[in-house]
């Protein structure tokens, strides 16, 4: 699943991806931009779909908690394990970036 990207948005992604793909125990990720469309997953489309609903929910509610707490401070990253894996989720200006990767415990 894939959507076309002005080029300096596709570099950054391609670099994005580059550095997710070097970490130890990465099963996939999923890039997608602010307005909710998919820019990369490589997870299948029925998982992709789910997970990006709930992830993003949740990402929105924590951003939101923090501004409560700091109206000068932003959630920049935030980390959801497991029993059997580690969801970590990067929303940025632009991106939510979703990794899933095996929990370090296994």
Known sequence: ?????PSTQQIEVEETIKRIQTHKGVHGFVIMSNDGSFIR????NST????????RTLSDKAKSCVRDLDPQNDLTFFRIRTKKQEILVAPDKDYLTIVLQANEQQ
């Open 41 to 44: 997953s490589t997870i299948d």
């Open 1 to 5: 699943m894939s959507t076309t990207v």
């Open 48 to 55: 992709t779909m789910s997970l990006t609903g709930l992830i």
